[in-house]
């Protein structure tokens, strides 16, 4: 069972940091190809819909990052044991309306990052979300 165990969320104010991580554990060689997924986060703040921030691609380590995001969080990621394996998100920079639940999430590589990312329907494993709250 693929399991996605978020961490590092909290309340910071405008223009301060934080890294989130996610350990992935649980995959198998029966889950597409093992080292071939897009793995990365969404976000849903209040009243609104979940849409895609960022993503990486574990096979050759292409990056996509929405336009709101984009030159404040850089996502990362390492592979342990078989199976195992944690995506980072550093968060500079900051902002009010960065607030909102933030979850990892994992998708087959089998289309361009920005089409996977651009809707949640291709997402085939998802955490239980962290809140991430920022004050101006």
């Known amino acids: 069972e693929v399991q996605l165990v978020e961490s590092g969320g909290g309340s910071v104010q405008a223009g301060g940091s934080l890294r989130l991580s996610c350990a992935m554990s649980?995959?198998?060689?029966?889950?597409?190809?093992?080292?071939?997924?897009?793995i990365g986060w969404f976000r849903q703040a209040p009243g609104k819909e979940r849409e895609g921030g960022s993503c990486?691609?574990?096979?050759?380590?292409?990056?996509?990052?929405?336009d709101s995001v984009k030159g404040r969080v850089t996502i990362s990621t390492i592979s342990s044991d078989y199976g195992k394996r944690t995506v980072f998100l550093q968060m500079n920079n900051l902002k009010p309306e960065d607030t909102a639940v933030h979850y990892c999430?994992?998708?087959?590589?089998?289309?361009?990052?920005?089409?996977?990312?651009?809707?949640?329907?291709?997402?085939?494993?998802w955490g239980q979300g962290i809140q991430v709250t920022v004050s101006s």
């Open positions: 999430a994992v998708a087959d590589y089998d289309r361009p990052l920005p089409v996977l990312w651009n809707v949640d329907h291709f997402i085939k494993h």
């Open positions: 990486i691609d574990t096979a050759e380590g292409r990056t996509y990052y929405a």
């Open positions: 649980g995959f198998t060689s029966d889950d597409h190809t093992y080292d071939d997924h897009a």
